[in-house]
């Protein structure tokens, strides 16, 4: 399964749009929200565009989330609930049913739990889940 996110930068957060590709077509899934890119510095901005491999994962604070693996320079990247990314973000990806400004969102277990249903399904299927990030306004976030 892969799934397709697709980003516009902006200099106080990254807002997404998340997509799941089945049958050559996409389907819109949720809102994503992220910190700013900062050069893909620690702690302080979203990851690199590309594709990541989701891994299941599952924690007490977040419970059953998701890892990407591989992320360039970066570890523990994971796509978990959240509805403010500066206050709630590491470089992290938040799935959220609706954006309530750059970079914040608004019902984002909601939305994790429904990609959750997504991916599961998919995991049953023994089926590898892959994540591509890619940007909607690329020649903004060249200039930041």
Known sequence: MELILERSYFKEGTNGALFASEKSQNRFVCQTIELPWQNNQRSISCIPEGKYELIARTSVKFKKHFILKDVENRSLILLHPANNAKRELRGCIAPVLHLSGIGKGLY????????????????????RIFLTIKSSNYEYCRTL
């Open 108 to 127: 984002s277990q909601r939305a994790l739990d429904k990609l959750r249903f997504l991916i599961d399904r998919a995991l049953e299927n023994k089926e």
